[in-house]
């Protein structure tokens, strides 16, 4: 794993953990983790991960509406 330091302005209240989840979410959300590298990085177990994503308004179905609206067209051609 890599290792990355951030200075963060002093009055910024975060702690490490937090950012660490902060960072995991996002990456997550944005499909650059997968859940397990997510959870990895934010220190927690997947299933607490997966947990916790609500809280970040972060769903544990990382799929776009572009996918799902795909999905959809695909499903809907084939039950004709």
């Known amino acids: ?3 990355l330091t951030i200075n963060i302005p ?5 702690d ?9 979410v996002k990456l997550y959300e ?3 983790l997968s859940l397990g590298q997510a959870a990895e990085v934010a220190g927690y177990s997947k299933r607490t ?3 916790l994503l609500g809280d970040y308004d972060v769903s544990v179905f ?3 509406a572009n996918d ?3 999905d959809t067209i695909n499903v809907q051609g084939h039950n004709h």
């Open 62 to 64: 990382n799929y776009s």
């Open 10 to 14: 002093d009055s910024v209240e975060l």
């Open 49 to 51: 991960f997966m947990e």
């Open 30 to 32: 944005k499909s650059i």
């Open 1 to 3: 794993m890599k290792t």
């Open 16 to 24: 490490e953990k937090d950012a660490r989840m902060l960072l995991a």
């Open 68 to 70: 799902l609206e795909n």
